[in-house]
T-cell receptor, first 113, second 113 residues
Framework: EAAVTQSPRSKVAVTGGKVTLSCHQT?????MYWYRQDTGHGLRLIHY???????EKGDIPDGYKASRPSQENFSLILELASLSQTAVYFC????????????FGPGTRLTVL | GDSVTQTEGLVTLTEGLPVMLNCTYQ??????LFWYVQHLNEAPKLLLK?????KRPEHQGFHATLHKSSSSFHLQKSSAQLSDSALYYC????????????FGAGTKLTIKP
């Protein structure tokens, strides 16, 4: 069974503070993704990566950075957290090929006050 | 760019009645289509995906047919169960050599006794 874990599972941050969300996968997948989920907007892609030490911008990258130090780990960094970044964040991994299923982590609920 | 439209944000049905969730898409290339399901407080997971031939994918009583002429991939089930209550996402991969998936806004399905 594919396994993607995220930490922390929930976090309260202050406006202007730095937030780091971590993701770890044991699927031996090349691709990893960060999404945010908001009611009415569905899942929107922030950043993704297909190899260690390289990241790509997704559809809504502004205000976010990503880091992929190894195949297994993928972090999302909010340098200056803002109220509008309150959301649930999901990490996912997949193998190669357009048919590849994405396996999601349990999500991190981030509240910025 | 690619886009996925799910016209119903909320669908409420009585148990035993048929289910149909709408999904239409726009894509420059010939895409692959997916349905993901997310139960309350869980991560999204793959429900079914389109085939390259004319086979109709089915899973857990759900099925969907890719109609390229109308750019649609509606999700159907003949008889709804209480356990089908969940958030359903239609998504596409553009078949252009990258692994990005574009998700629709989602349809929240509630089944009542």
């Amino acid at each position: 069974e594919a396994a993607v874990t995220q930490s922390p599972r929930s976090k309260v941050a202050v406006t202007g503070g730095k937030v780091t969300l971590s993701c770890h996968q044991t699927n031996n997948h090349d691709y990893m993704y960060w999404y945010r989920q908001d009611t009415g907007h569905g899942l929107r892609l922030i950043h993704y990566s297909y190899v260690a030490d390289s990241t790509e911008k997704g559809d809504i990258p502004d205000g976010y950075k990503a880091s992929r130090p190894s195949q297994e780990n993928f972090s999302l960094i909010l340098e200056l957290a803002s109220l509008s970044q309150t959301a649930v964040y999901f990490c996912a991994s997949s193998g190669t090929g357009n048919y590849a299923e994405q396996f999601f982590g349990p999500g991190t609920r981030l509240t910025v006050l | 760019g690619d886009s996925v439209t799910q016209t119903e944000g909320l669908v409420t049905l009585t148990e035993g009645l048929p289910v149909m969730l709408n999904c239409t898409y726009q894509s420059t290339y010939s895409p692959f289509l997916f349905w993901y399901v997310q139960h309350l407080n869980e991560a999204p997971k793959l429900l079914l995906k389109s085939f390259t031939d004319n086979k109709r994918p089915e899973h857990q009583g759900f099925h969907a047919t890719l109609h390229k002429s109308s750019s649609s991939f509606h999700l159907q089930k003949s008889s709804a169960q209480l356990s089908d209550s969940a958030l359903y996402y239609c998504a596409l991969s553009d078949n252009y050599g990258n692994e990005k998936i574009t998700f629709g806004a989602g349809t929240k399905l509630t089944i009542k006794p």
